[in-house]
T-cell receptor
Framework: AQSVTQLGSHVSVSEGALVLLRCNYS??????LFWYVQYPNQGLQLLLK??????LVKGINGFEAEFKKSETSFHLTKPSAHMSDAAEYFC???????????FGAGTRLFVKA | EAGVTQFPSHSVIEKGQTVTLRCDPI?????LYWYRRVMGKEIKFLLH????????ESGMPNNRFLAERTGGTYSTLKVQPAELEDSGVYFC?????????FGPGTRLTVL
């Protein structure tokens, strides 16, 4: 069965600092991997996704993630945090059909001025 | 283009009552999904429609939950009777292929 573990329910960084949100997954088949963001009172918005090909995936708003099969990880990074990045972030995995999606518990990112 | 919409945005009901949540997917999207997030936990898959057919309902918690998608357009999720543990945020998503677009969710509170 597929599962996702996000390390840290809360992460706090200073504005301009590196953002690193950790995600590990388990999957018996080559996975599709996703990062979603949820801003207050809004739906989930896709940041980026990995399906096949290049393991470093670039997404919106300056975020990127690297698929590391050997470590079963898909950590999300951004070189310089902005106040507007404060939100909750979800890592997710689905099977190759991309239908049923399994989510991690979420990481809430706080950005300090 | 309109996104996925959900109604109501909030619902507060008493234990034992019935509640119906509605989801309008993006026009033309054959795939429609329901997910639920219970207080502070992960978002869990409930079921997946392809047009009007249930493709996968493995996440439905019990028979108090009934999902329909008549005509392959909007979908409803009925909880009858509601229990305290049903409280949470119910998300709907739709897709044409693999990329799912999510609605803002319905926050359900059962007292």
């Amino acid at each position: 069965a597929q599962s996702v573990t996000q390390l840290g329910s809360h992460v706090s960084v200073s504005e301009g600092a590196l953002v690193l949100l950790r995600c590990n997954y388990s999957s018996s088949v080559p996975p599709y991997l996703f990062w979603y963001v949820q801003y207050p009172n809004q739906g989930l918005q896709l940041l980026l996704k990995y399906t096949t090909g290049a393991t470093l995936v670039k997404g919106i708003n300056g975020f990127e993630a690297e698929f590391k099969k050997s470590e079963t990880s898909f950590h999300l990074t951004k070189p310089s945090a902005h106040m507007s990045d404060a939100a909750e972030y979800f890592c997710a995995v689905s099977d190759s059909g991309g239908f049923k999606t399994i989510f991690g518990a979420g990481t809430r990112l706080f950005v300090k001025a | 283009e309109a996104g996925v919409t959900q109604f109501p945005s909030h619902s507060v009901i008493e234990k034992g009552q019935t509640v119906t949540l509605r989801c309008d997917p993006i026009s033309g999207h054959d795939n429609l999904y329901w997910y639920r997030r219970v207080m502070g936990k992960e978002i869990k898959f409930l079921l997946h429609f392809v047009k009007e057919s249930k493709q996968d309902e493995s996440g439905m918690p019990n028979n108090r939950f009934l999902a329909e998608r008549t005509g392959g357009t909007y979908s409803t999720l009925k909880v009858q009777p509601a229990e305290l543990e049903d409280s949470g945020v119910y998300f709907c998503a739709s897709s044409q292929e693999t990329l799912q677009f999510f609605g803002p969710g319905t926050r359900l509170t059962v007292l």
